[in-house]
């Protein structure tokens, strides 16, 4: 009987990880409406959101719960790729949760943009898409 019950257990709890698992995943974070109308990407303990426009970078960052998490104390940078350019932006805690940039960079619509967010020892990264429609 135990041994019934402790494989049933096993089972509904192997069975609810997937959906917990995919929770995260960029395809489920480009469904959501985010507060800045940028793209939402998960970095370790951190959701990043990036704004992208004009040579300018605003990455928005918050906890798994959507609280904003304060960028003083944080170092970041973003790589950008876009078309043959690569440029590297220092961001800058710019007040509340916000890191900002500036770079030259051309908005292309396959650009991407790896953001790398350190805090003390620990390091998180991740990479957008910015010009991505939501659901594409």
Same mark, same amino acid.
């Not at 609280?67 to 007040?95: C, F, H, M, N």
């Not at 890191?99 to 960079?105: I, S, V």
């Given at each position: ?48 959101? =990036?704004? !992208? ?20 104390? =944080?170092?970041?940078?973003?790589? !950008? ?56």
């Amino acid at each position: 009987m135990i041994k019934t019950v402790s494989t049933l257990l096993l089972a509904l709890c192997l069975g609810g990880l997937p959906p917990l698992a995919s929770a995260h995943t960029d395809e489920h974070l480009d469904t959501i409406k985010t507060p800045h109308q940028g793209q939402l990407r998960m970095a370790g303990a951190y959701h990043l959101e =990036l704004v !992208v426009n004009d040579n300018a970078l605003l990455v928005y960052v918050t906890d798994h719960g959507d609280q904003p998490i304060e960028s003083k104390g =944080l170092t970041a940078t973003a790589v !950008v790729v876009s078309g043959k350019d690569r440029v590297t932006v220092k961001l800058q805690p710019a007040g509340d949760n916000l890191l900002k940039g500036r770079g030259g960079f051309i908005l292309d619509p396959k650009m991407k943009v790896t953001v790398t967010v350190k805090h003390g020892t620990e390091t998180a990264q991740a990479t957008f898409q910015p010009m991505k429609k939501h659901g594409q």
